[in-house]
């Protein structure tokens, strides 16, 4: 069944204008998905939306996807509990000057960690939030630089799980053969536009070269004043115990940098299988945690 190009981006449309309205992100992705349930079947909009999502579920792809996810939390759960994390901030404190180097670094530490966009904002908003807490940067500005270098490097790097699940989705959906999914994903590196401009504007942000607007610029002067973290927000540390280091650990840096260098020259190496790798650190941080 042929629809009206208008109905075709209703869908995009209803979720792009409740998002910038609401500024709620999951509300508006449901209501797109409602409008288009409603579209492909009028009268009963729930047999779509239930028969979609049981599919989609079922995906061997999805199914991986959802459980790297949570071996990725439950790792980086790991790492602040052992009080690695707490020791590579120690670490980087002393070598850290500025304001500009803080920022700088965690752009570094996104490049580093290429093989996961999740990952990648975990790791480096965990290690470096206290860092630039410490020479006045707003969590507005640490979260615009760990989001703009972490899915953007993830996707223009294809030894990723970005580069997995989109060949996967393309042989799919039939726009690549089997078994050439990945290649084609490379060839469409080069045209990734967005991707390209958000990951290297980021050094140009944090010299000031491009000037800050809007809300940044008053989060900033906001953190300038000595309030880092935003009116009415509660921190990570206050609302979730997994953001608190055991008593008793004894805090090594080596323990953040050692299982973050093997999980990605690990991952690399082993035919991208970053599932089985992230299980195999969750051993080894268990493992020093419970000893």
Not at 35 to 49: E, F, Q, S, Y
Not at 177 to 206: C, K, R
């Given at each position: ?164 699940f989109f060949g996967a989705l393309l042989e799919n959906n039939g726009v690549a053969a089997e078994g050439q999914g990945i290649w084609v994903y490379i060839e469409s590196i ?53 953001g608190t280091m055991n008593k008793g650990s004894k805090p090594k840096v080596w323990l953040f940098i050692l299982p973050m260098f093997v999980l990605v020259s690990s991952t ?24």
């Amino acid at each position: 069944m042929e629809y009206p190009v208008f109905l075709i981006f209703l869908p995009t449309i209803v979720v792009l204008v409740l998002a910038l309205w609401t500024h709620r992100a999951i509300e508006s992705i449901l209501a797109g998905v409602v409008v288009g349930a409603v579209i492909l079947n009028p009268g009963d909009p729930l047999t779509i939306v239930s028969e979609g999502t049981l599919k989609v579920m079922m995906d061997d792809t999805v199914a991986w996807v959802i459980l790297v996810c949570a071996c990725m939390g439950s790792l980086i759960a790991l790492l602040i509990k052992s009080g690695s994390v707490e020791a590579f901030t120690e670490f980087s404190i002393r070598y850290i000057k500025t304001k500009k180097g803080a920022l700088y670094v965690t752009w570094i530490l996104g490049i580093f960690l290429f093989v996961d966009d999740y990952l990648n904002s975990l790791a480096a908003g965990s290690a470096m939030r206290k860092v630039t807490d410490t020479y006045k940067t707003s969590r507005e500005m640490l979260a615009y630089v760990v989001d703009s270098t972490a899915a953007p490097i993830s996707v223009l790097i294809p030894i990723s799980t970005w580069g997995v699940f989109f060949g996967a989705l393309l042989e799919n959906n039939g726009v690549a053969a089997e078994g050439q999914g990945i290649w084609v994903y490379i060839e469409s590196i080069p045209y990734m536009f967005y991707a390209w401009a958000a990951f290297l504007l980021v050094p140009f942000v944090i010299a000031q070269k491009i000037p800050l607007l809007g809300t940044m610029k008053t989060a900033e002067a906001r953190a300038e004043a000595g309030q880092c973290i935003p009116n009415g927000v509660v921190s990570y540390d206050e609302f979730s115990q997994s953001g608190t280091m055991n008593k008793g650990s004894k805090p090594k840096v080596w323990l953040f940098i050692l299982p973050m260098f093997v999980l990605v020259s690990s991952t690399m190496y082993f035919d991208l299988d970053f599932f089985e790798r992230c299980l195999f650190h969750h051993g080894i941080n268990s493992w020093y945690d419970g000893a």
